[in-house]
């Protein structure tokens, strides 16, 4: 490792630098560059420029910077994501934007571009995060924390170097993770695009019918209830449990044996019966795959597949974009989303009445499904090998163990 001085924030930027510069410079009707806290970025030291605002519009409340300024954002989620960028090419130079940017004025000896990648550094987050004060969910990293963060400071041309390495390795590691997750977008409209086919171009034997009609018995929901919950007892799930079109067994509920019996009175799901949310995270079903006894909330619909109807083949319509399109026209309520009963009776539901082509239908997206779901497994671990390159590369840099092979493994 080489001998690098360390030195404070504080000791070689000018930290939240004084909006008199602005005035200054510039008159009250001069436009200058807004930059509110969406058009900070992540993972990107771009700034995406907002509309221009006259300087008295934006210089009582708003904070000051000027091009090369490194801007970081202090509250949270936004400080624990990433939010971090340098202003460039900001009207008249001049910037004002939220009140929870931190502004760093580099020195001589520190270059905008390397400050810029110290912060971006997972391990920095994770110490910032630990010292945050404040109510939940408006905690903010201390001005003595920033303060007294200390970089280590290679000389000036050793640090133009590394950012070199870091802007063509990162530019790489972008590349390659946008590809992963258009492969991934690409998995999934392949699968759509062949249930499309199914489901929005029925052939010769095929029949459409209303929900209600291809389920048996009334097509209802869970208690409206909110149970009381207990440590053991009665399997309880909610929409929460099959936002992934699988029922996470993992993490359920337990009620007690008396609110059990009300509830199994009401309602009894049993193997084979459908699972539709309907408050919340909408228009998302999963299949009960094993004999267990549970209950299920309100935020769950309970589609019982008649003799008519293949249990798979109805889940399978049910999570298709041929239904959600006709779920989304029927949701209603402000705020958060919601299906009525009486409406998912009324999807129509498109099928061969042969059964023997259902279960043909059936196996072939079941093994389409697979396919999809083995590419996303495979892009998902792509994309936490990307992370973890981009974390070690940003590990070395501030360490002077970079070399251009780390830019070499990134292209790779």
């Keep these: 490792m080489k001998a690098w001085e360390s030195v404070r924030l504080a000791d070689c930027c000018i930290i939240k630098p004084p909006k008199s510069e602005a005035r200054k410079k510039l008159k009250d009707t001069d ?6 806290m969406n058009n900070l970025g992540i993972d990107t030291p771009q700034l995406f420029l907002g509309e221009d605002k006259p300087l008295s519009e934006v210089s009582g409340s708003y904070t000051y910077f000027a091009d090369n300024d490194v801007l970081l954002a202090k509250i949270t989620p936004c400080f624990e994501n990433g939010k971090l960028g340098i202003a460039k090419g900001l009207t008249n130079g001049v910037g004002f934007g939220s009140s929870e940017y931190i502004v760093f004025r580099t ?3 520190l270059l905008p571009e390397f400050l810029y990648y110290y912060l971006a550094r997972p391990s920095f987050r994770e110490a910032g995060s630990l010292v945050m004060t404040g109510a939940v969910g408006h905690k903010r990293v201390s001005k003595e924390f920033i303060e007294n963060t200390e970089i280590p400071l290679p000389p000036v041309q050793e640090q133009r170097r590394i950012v070199a390495i870091l802007d063509k390795a990162f530019a790489d590691i972008d590349k390659a993770r946008a590809l992963t997750e258009q492969n991934v977008k690409n998995a999934r409209e392949l699968f759509e695009s062949y249930l499309y086919q199914i489901y929005g171009q029925p052939g010769e034997g095929w029949v459409e019918e209303k929900m209600s009609d291809v389920c048996e018995g009334k097509i209802t929901d869970g208690t409206h209830q909110t149970p009381k919950y207990f440590d053991e007892g009665y399997i309880f799930l909610s929409s929460k449990n099959v936002t992934s ?4 067994w993992s993490d359920v509920k337990y009620i007690d044996e008396s609110q059990h ?3 199994q009175k009401r309602l009894s799901p049993k193997r084979n019966d459908i699972l539709l949310a309907k408050n919340g995270t909408t228009g998302v079903a999963a299949i009960v795959d094993k ?9 769950l619909a309970l589609l019982r597949p008649s003799e008519k109807i293949e249990p798979r083949y109805l889940l399978h319509f049910v999570n ?12 209603k309520g402000i705020g958060v989303p919601n299906l009525h009963l009486e409406e998912i009776r009324d999807v129509t539901v498109p099928y061969p009445t042969s059964k023997l082509v259902q279960k043909q239908i059936v196996d072939k997206i079941d093994n389409l499904l697979n396919y999809r779901n083995s590419l996303e497994d495979l892009y998902r671990k792509k994309l936490v090998k990307i992370e973890a390159l981009r974390k070690s590369i940003l590990q070395k840099a501030f360490s ?4 251009k092979s780390d830019y070499e493994e990134a292209a790779a």
């Design 291 to 299: 004999d267990e006894i549970f209950d299920i909330y309100v935020s």
């Design 261 to 263: 019996a009300e509830m």
């Design 31 to 36: 436009l200058v560059s807004f930059v509110p």
């Design 107 to 109: 020195s001589a000896r």
């Design 320 to 331: 298709s974009s041929h239904a959600k399109n006709q779920f989304n026209k029927r949701l």
């Design 245 to 248: 079109g699988v029922i996470d």
């Design 400 to 403: 002077g163990e970079l070399t």
